[in-house]
């Protein structure tokens, strides 16, 4: 199984971003993503999840309003629409996925990883 994020970058305050999550390895439509995100010095974080179906999904708090979460399971790709970013959305993204039906919003659960990519908002 290999996941493999795309699509950070260096960016201004305000601008957008989408992120993409190709999953290989495992059989479509039977595993849920999430995408994690840790900054320098903090605990990695959750900020959006997505269930086999594309039908439940989680935000955390920081990006709710700001980013959307979608998947095309014909192409095995999660993508992570983040919106009006903030100097606080400076992180290394993450991409997991856990062959479960529900998407879970800590790390634990989810035993594949992708290698992550870098976002960096500048003033």
């Known amino acids: 199984v290999q996941l493999q994020a795309s699509g950070g970058g260096v960016v201004r305050a305000g601008d957008s971003l989408r992120l993409s999550c190709v999953v290989s390895?495992?059989?479509?439509?039977?595993?849920?993503v999430a995408w994690f995100r840790q900054g320098p010095g903090k605990e990695r974080l959750c900020v959006a999840a997505i269930d086999y179906s594309g039908k439940l999904i989680h935000y955390a708090n920081s990006v709710k309003g700001r980013s959307t979460i979608s998947r095309d399971n014909a192409k095995s790709t999660v993508y992570l629409q983040m919106d009006n970013l903030q100097l606080g959305d400076t992180a290394v993204y993450y991409c997991?996925?856990?062959?479960?039906?529900?998407?879970?919003?800590?790390?634990?659960?989810?035993?594949?990883w992708g290698q992550g990519t870098q976002v960096t908002v500048s003033s």
């Open positions: 390895g495992l059989a479509s439509g039977t595993y849920a």
């Open positions: 997991a996925a856990t062959e479960t039906v529900v998407a879970p919003t800590s790390a634990g659960p989810y035993h594949y």
